[in-house]
């Protein structure tokens, strides 16, 4: 089957969630742009947008339509030129309306599942729930004549226990992209011995055409990314709550996020980075990927306190953020949850009184901002550790410890067989995380 022809039939499941609804534009852009392709002109495409909240729907196709106008205006040249036969688009403004009014033309919202009993490629980003994955595979396989291939957007299940589960026989990979989707640059392709040649070769093409960048990865419970994320605010975590038995436990999450953000140069704390996945999510992670970790236990007390408390974190349907371990205003962190008193604590009342603790960055510390657009960014990261070393301060000792466990973090996904290289574990923190440097440096030792 022809590239053009396995994207004339897909479906993306769980098309109104926060990956789902990006997965879906991404898509149906790629798709629309094969359909006006000379040699594709006189087939059907089509893209089936499913999800269970019939609700969503409508506000889902209007972020569609929102999100392609701004594809187009970016690509008028590229559309003046699919768009040469016809004549009576004149201006750009004409081109642009044609071809929202394609992509919107092949998108089906719907609710029920059956719609992927036709498609050839079925792209799913319901929750990280193996059982209900393989339920929904069986399901679409058993009645679907095309044999389909299914690319999973899972960050933490591992592909050939849903391969098994399934009975797809090979006919399935990961294809994790990163939040969100139409923004990051970061695919993690994780592939298995029985994948096809053909599978994987289509895998990368789409990759390319996304205009992504791929990064492989074993088939490892967490794989690159969550393999890092999850430890690294594991100790996070656990670092604040050694640190409660100095101060209280609000001032020690707030000691640890400007470590972590600020003294690591890094572009949110990691309580931040937790409360942007939502504190549930990264609990609900650590639960999945656990059971696979041999003499190692990702499990927080902490993060069952929160959730127990209903203290959840997350995004809002307009992308703000609610209140996790940090509590914000205008998206910025105002106070600090005390799991004790069940409260937020303004940061006023004890922020100056934690920085004076912590003691001053040096001199030569950059904002991230800055650090990230820098051409010599990591000999400007490698002269901010080099003062660490001397400082002696709490806050230059806790940083370079962060950042060496950050660093062994990164090494042992490497010998364990997670990544390839150690330059790809630095290209998922750098390119999906947006670090400013990876976290497999020298300069840190």
Do not use: C
Request: hydrophobic letters at 45%; charged letters at 25%; aromatic letters at 8%.
């Amino acid at each position: 089957m022809e590239y053009a022809e396995r994207l004339s039939n897909v479906t993306v499941l769980g098309a109104a969630g926060k990956m789902g609804s990006g997965i879906l534009l991404l898509t149906a852009l790629e798709a629309a742009d094969q359909m006006l392709k000379p040699g594709n002109r006189e087939k059907h495409f089509v893209v089936n947008a499913v999800d269970v909240t019939s609700s969503a729907l409508p506000e889902l196709m209007k972020y569609i339509r929102t999100q392609v106008l701004k594809a187009a205006e970016k690509k008028t040249v590229l559309l003046r030129k699919l768009y040469a036969d016809r004549k009576e688009l004149i201006e750009n403004s004409d081109i642009i309306d044609a071809y929202i009014d394609d992509v919107m033309g092949i998108i089906r919202p719907g609710t029920r599942i059956e719609a992927a009993y036709d498609s050839t490629l079925i792209f799913e980003a319901v929750s990280e729930n193996a059982e209900l994955k393989a339920k929904l595979f069986r399901q679409i396989d058993e009645n679907n004549a095309h044999k389909p291939w299914f690319f999973t957007n899972t960050s933490s299940v591992p592909i050939g226990g849903l391969d098994k589960e399934a009975g797809l026989e090979g006919r399935i990979l990961g294809f994790h992209f990163y939040n969100p989707p139409a923004v990051q640059k970061l695919v993690e392709l994780i592939t298995i011995a029985s994948n096809s040649g053909e599978m994987k070769e289509f895998a990368l093409q789409l990759a390319k055409n996304m205009r992504k960048v791929i990064v492989p990865s074993n088939d490892i419970a967490g794989f690159i990314g969550n393999g890092h994320f999850m430890r690294d605010a594991l100790y996070g975590i656990n670092q604040a709550t050694a640190l409660a038995k100095e101060m209280p436990l609000h001032e020690a999450i707030y000691a640890v996020n400007r470590i972590s953000q600020d003294f690591l140069i890094r572009p949110m704390g990691i309580f931040q980075l937790i409360d942007y996945v939502g504190v549930d999510v990264v609990r609900f992670i650590m639960k999945v990927m656990n059971p696979y970790m041999a003499n190692e236990d990702l499990h927080s007390p902490l993060l069952d306190r929160l959730f127990d408390l209903g203290v959840k974190g997350g995004q809002y349907a307009d992308g703000s953020q609610k209140d996790g371990f940090l509590k914000y205003e205008k998206g910025r962190p105002v106070s600090v949850y005390n799991p004790d008193k069940g409260e937020y604590i303004p940061i006023v009342t004890f922020g100056s009184q934690v920085e004076a603790w912590l003691g001053e960055l040096p001199g030569s510390a950059p904002a991230w901002k800055n650090l990230v657009k820098a051409p010599d960014k990591e000999t400007l990261a490698a002269k901010v550790f080099d003062n660490y070393k001397t400082m002696g301060t709490h806050g230059a000792l806790l940083a370079l410890q962060y950042a060496r466990r950050s660093r062994e973090i990164g090494m042992k996904l490497v010998s364990d067989g997670v990544a390839a290289t150690a330059e790809d574990v630095n290209t998922v923190l750098l390119t999906g995380f947006f670090h400013a440097y990876g976290p497999i440096n020298d300069f840190v030792v």
